[in-house]
């Protein structure tokens, strides 16, 4: 089996071939070229060993070990928004069609990594309650998400894909540079100021910034994100936090519900009617949030 990158025999290629191509990305994005390295790792390391001589790859040492999934330097991201700019970003969703809008609102309300939503089966919804399987997950580990009323109102569709194109059979995953960019700039419009950037990532950490002051307890909030317990706890615990999830969604939708009704989004996000009702109907949660929100 002959295999190549670009016109270059894989058998030929050098371990000064691949930092070639790591330097060159490194000049534009050193974060990507980080990214890049790691992956040629895993690709050559694969090919060298017996998963790739049983697809008939004849590579007897992979030329990647040298290269650094580190070598440029990079600065972990911490960019979360703030209450003002979460107002902002609805405001702007507003004016963005739909398809484009239920993505980044499933993203936001649920904490999902953009992949799982992008690339989400319609079939993975059952009621009111979202499992994704292990096979899409990080971490490869099921993620069982109860779906909170404009949450689970987001989902509907009866296409075969969650964010279905409109160009193909299959998810929509382009374009989503530009959808973040025109967003961007009407959030700046708003603000009467420019909004530092943000990834549509940062939405899944703002949402868990947002968990201890909603009162949602450290454990429940990790299970939002689907992260692993650690140590004995993942040996020996094997319990989901269904329910506490549950509770949790709730609480962190009801507070953007507020936001949204504050800016007159009702309609133009098409928030129904029992989403504006507390889970459950607690008068303390109300005054948490209102405090929050004024």
């Known amino acids: 089996m002959k295999v190549q990158i670009g016109d270059r025999d894989l058998q030929e290629v050098s371990d000064d071939d691949l930092w070639d191509l790591v330097l060159d990305k490194g000049k534009r994005a050193p974060i990507r070229a980080n990214r890049l390295a790691g992956e040629l790792k895993v690709f050559m390391k694969w090919c060298a060993g017996r998963a790739g001589k049983q697809t008939g790859i004849t590579l007897k040492i992979s030329p990647a070990t040298s290269l650094d999934a580190y070598y440029f330097p990079?600065?972990?991201?911490?960019?979360f928004l703030s209450h003002d700019e979460l107002t902002w970003l609805l405001k702007a969703l507003a004016h963005e069609e739909r398809i484009r809008q239920r993505a980044v609102l499933l993203i936001l309300l649920t904490g999902c990594r953009k992949e799982e939503v992008l690339s989400a089966p319609t079939a993975e919804?059952?009621?009111?309650?979202?499992?994704?399987?292990?096979a899409r997950t990080k971490n490869s580990q099921c993620h069982r998400i109860p779906l909170a009323p404009w949450t689970l109102s987001l989902t509907q569709t009866n296409q075969t894909w969650l964010i279905a194109s409109d160009r193909k059979d299959g998810p929509r995953r382009d374009g989503w540079c530009k959808v973040l960019t025109r967003i961007e700039q009407?959030?700046?419009?708003y603000a009467g100021r420019e909004v530092p950037h943000f990834t549509l990532h940062d939405l899944r950490r703002t949402m868990r910034s947002n968990t201890k002051r909603l009162?949602?307890?450290?454990e429940t909030a990790e299970a939002m994100l689907n992260h692993k317990k650690k140590g004995l706890e993942e040996v020996y615990d094997g319990y989901d936090l269904f329910e506490e999830k549950?509770?949790?969604?709730?609480?962190?939708?009801s507070f953007l519900v507020q936001l949204a009704v504050k800016g007159g989004l009702n309609e133009a996000l098409s928030i129904p009617d029992e989403a504006t009702v507390f889970f459950d109907g607690s008068r303390e949660l109300q005054a948490s949030l209102q405090l929050q929100l004024f």
């Open 186 to 189: 009407r959030m700046g419009a």
């Open 74 to 79: 990079q600065k972990p991201r911490a960019r």
């Open 125 to 134: 919804i059952e009621r009111d309650v979202w499992t994704i399987p292990a």
């Open 215 to 218: 009162k949602i307890d450290f």
């Open 246 to 253: 549950r509770e949790g969604f709730a609480k962190w939708e």
